[in-house]
């Protein structure tokens, strides 16, 4: 019985590949700092007409954080604030359609998506291409026959 190694190698670079991809998949979705209210797209909409504060500025990107803990006894009033605009924004999110929530999310990641891509997807096919390259390699010191 001969082995096929091209075959057994293929297998190999498939499980590594899929492994690869959960685990840097997990990692950097787990490490990525959302937001910390997922149903509240940043931007769009209901967020230019309703994230700003009592004196009219806008939200920053920054802004929607907390400044107390969580788990404090008294949350300062801009938290306060925060967690009434949240409430509209969500409402003002609820009304939309499930596909323009959707895209917006969409729109929202999609630059993250891009940078984690690169480091999920090129590795496992740049050892596939390596190992093609070495594969097309040995066959050349193959006896003619």
């Known amino acids: 019985m001969q082995l096929s190694w091209g075959r057994g190698f293929f297998r190999i670079w498939t499980v590594l590949a899929i492994v690869w991809v959960l685990f840097f998949g997990w990692r950097d979705f787990s490490e990525h700092r959302w937001s910390t209210d997922p149903l509240v797209q940043v931007g769009g909409e209901c ?21 107390t803990p969580p788990g404090s006894a008294e949350p300062t009033e801009a938290d306060r604030w925060r967690e009434l605009i949240g409430q509209r924004l969500r409402a003002c999110e609820d009304a939309k359609s499930l596909f323009e929530r959707w895209s917006g999310r969409i729109a929202d990641h999609l630059s993250d998506l891009k940078d984690s891509l690169l480091l999920i997807l090129l590795p496992p096919f740049g050892l596939l291409l390596l190992g093609c390259c070495i594969g097309w390699v040995a066959k050349g010191f193959r006896p003619v026959q």
């Open 47 to 67: 967020w230019d007409h309703l994230a700003k504060w009592q004196d009219g500025k806008p939200f920053g990107p920054w802004d929607w954080a907390r400044d």
